[in-house]
């Protein structure tokens, strides 16, 4: 079975930090797993300023946020359901979710990038199980 027929790849996904510290990233974990909440341990980078973030499902955005996991944060990385360039090719529509007032405002396609072409990007996203890059354009 290929990555791409799992039902996984085929979510709405949200990617956020939860303060990056290490005591609050544990602490948030345990509180995923005693949910049930499934999420993957990234690094994110914005304007220079690097810190621990996670990817989950979209559809626990809401119960991460009412666990108050999100306090302190600015916004949210919205990543639609993936879109077929050809190929064997995918991309994600990305949209910021502002939590102060709800605003989703586009930032382009989230892409798989070279280390290289991410470290020239205002911001990148670093999966470390895997060893790529995401950026936005």
Not at 5 to 27: K, L, N, P
Request: glycine fraction near 12%; charged fraction near 25%.
């Amino acid at each position: 079975v290929c990555g791409h027929s799992t039902d996984e790849f085929w979510s709405e996904y949200a990617v956020f930090s939860v303060g990056d510290d290490r005591i609050i990233d544990a602490a948030f974990k345990a509180w995923c797993r005693d949910n049930g909440i499934g999420f993957k341990a990234l690094i994110g980078s914005y304007k220079g300023q690097t810190e621990s973030s996670f990817i989950a499902r979209r559809s626990n955005l809401l119960a991460i946020a009412e666990g108050n996991w999100l306090k302190g944060q600015e916004s949210v990385l919205l990543l639609s359901m993936p879109k077929n360039m050809g190929g064997g090719q995918f991309y994600r529509n990305a949209a910021l979710l502002y939590l102060e007032d709800g605003r989703e405002e586009p930032v382009g396609r989230f892409i798989e990038a070279g280390r290289d072409k991410a470290m020239k990007q205002d911001g990148w996203t670093y999966d470390p199980a895997s060893g790529k890059y995401w950026i936005c354009e």
